[in-house]
């Protein structure tokens, strides 16, 4: 793609963004409690990864092998 293509694609993309903003400003502001809901079990999910398996599993100093 050439340079004006981008540019001329960036413009229409900031006016689009712009005028979806002024006509549903009420709908994307009304959503935003749910969306804070939503990230929270999100948040659990994909940055825990997953509870117990916090360290290297079977190395050979642990205390759990010797026994």
């Known amino acids: 793609m050439d340079r004006r293509f981008k540019i001329t694609l960036a413009i229409f993309f900031v006016i689009a963004l712009i005028l979806l903003w002024g006509e549903h400003k009420v709908h994307l502001l009304g959503a935003l409690p749910w969306l804070i809901l939503l990230?929270?079990?999100l948040l659990?999910?994909?940055m825990h990864g997953g509870h117990g398996h916090h360290g290297p599993q079977g190395k050979k100093g642990?205390?759990?092998d010797e026994q």
């Open 44 to 46: 659990h999910v994909f």
């Open 62 to 64: 642990d205390q759990r």
């Open 39 to 41: 990230a929270c079990p």
